[in-house]
């Protein structure tokens, strides 16, 4: 039984050829197209767990074929070669739902770690649609039933959705468990996250999807390689580029769970600066939302008074404080860190 079976949509034979032989080693069944019209028609023909794409090709352009086959193939992991990873292109190629890209040259490991990336990817969205179906499924049942039961329909309801929040929590919160640098991260940025939020007096509901989204947050980095995220040092601007697309990642992960919109909304936005400068959008001051405003001083203060391996030491709280003060206007909102800053005695 084959691991799962692959698409490679790319002009260079020996590019083709290499993919192919690789993955075939590893128990994948693959196919090769080396002309974009024809490969979109393999790919709307027959049923495919990964599709690798090159950005660029003659006729049609691999931006072309990932928004045409994400049209009629939506559940497919797709995978874009290139070489000239730019984070704009790579941007705009995540945003029409491409999962990862692999860059020219690129090594054998690489590209069996990406793939294998890719296919736990696919089983965990399918569990994801599955359990969406079977809300869906509930959900005609409870209706027949709302006239007699409608508080037990509404109890049923809510604890399918809290069995799947519950889901993807284990999920992000095993993602934080992994590397003693990051444990309880999520924790930590939830409790901080609501103090200011309290602090500023919003509403019950907006608290809590602040609380998931933050418990959240970090699920995209499924996404990012290990040794990036364990390196000791600075990154290099290739992994820098990797990391920011973590984001976008975690909404392509929570997508199918649309009663989590607004917790989406948030975890899209949570690196996004005051001044314009974050990503992945560059929005500034008012065009971020308030929750993800928040999320983000949380998640600083937290990343600078914890251990990390690019760093020799944490900040002492004092100069974490310091750090954010000075940030106020530039990259937090400044009415955000009058809150942090009433409420730091209590962390």
């Known amino acids: 039984m084959s691991e799962g079976?692959?698409?490679?949509?790319?002009?260079e034979e020996i590019i083709c050829s290499l993919i192919k032989d690789t993955l075939t080693e590893e128990g994948y069944s693959v196919l090769i197209s080396q002309v974009a019209k024809e490969g979109i028609e393999l790919a709307k023909s027959n049923p495919f767990d990964i599709i690798f794409v090159d950005l660029r090709m003659p006729e049609v352009d691999g931006l072309e074929v990932l928004k045409q086959l994400k049209q009629s193939q939506s559940d497919t992991v797709m995978i874009m070669i290139t070489g000239f990873p730019s984070f704009e292109t790579?941007?705009?190629?995540?945003r029409w739902g491409a999962f990862d890209y692999i860059a020219k040259p690129f090594d054998l490991e690489e590209l069996i770690f990406t793939t294998k990336r890719a296919i736990a990817f696919r089983r965990l969205d399918q569990e994801n649609k599955r359990l969406m179906e079977r809300i869906a499924q509930e959900n005609i049942i409870l209706e027949k039933k709302v006239q007699e039961r409608t508080k037990d329909l509404?109890?049923?309801?809510?604890?399918l959705q809290d069995t799947s929040i519950s889901t993807i929590k284990a999920l992000a919160k095993a993602l934080d468990t992994r590397d003693h640098y990051t444990h309880s991260h999520s924790e930590n940025v939830a409790r901080y996250a609501v103090m200011i939020a309290q602090e500023m007096q919003l509403s019950n509901e907006e608290i809590g999807e602040i609380r998931n989204a933050c418990e959240l947050h970090d699920l995209g980095k499924i996404g990012v390689h290990d040794y990036i995220l364990a390196k000791p040092g600075e990154l290099t601007p290739e992994e820098w580029e990797e990391v920011k697309l973590h984001s976008l990642k975690s909404v392509e992960i929570l997508k199918p769970l649309d009663f989590l919109d607004g917790v989406i909304n948030l975890i899209h936005q949570h690196h996004e600066r005051y001044?314009?400068?974050?990503?992945p959008d560059g929005l500034k001051g008012e065009e971020i939302k308030l929750g993800a405003k928040i999320i983000a001083v949380a998640d600083a203060f937290d990343a600078m008074t914890s251990k990390r391996p690019y760093r020799e030491r944490p900040f002492t709280k004092e100069e974490a404080i310091e750090r954010i003060k000075e940030n106020s206007g530039i990259q937090f909102d400044p009415k955000v860190v009058e809150a942090f800053l009433r409420i730091v005695d209590r962390l």
């Open 154 to 159: 509404r109890n049923l309801y809510r604890k």
């Open 5 to 11: 079976n692959i698409l490679v949509i790319d002009d």
């Open 275 to 279: 001044d314009g400068k974050g990503y």
């Open 90 to 94: 790579v941007r705009e190629a995540m």
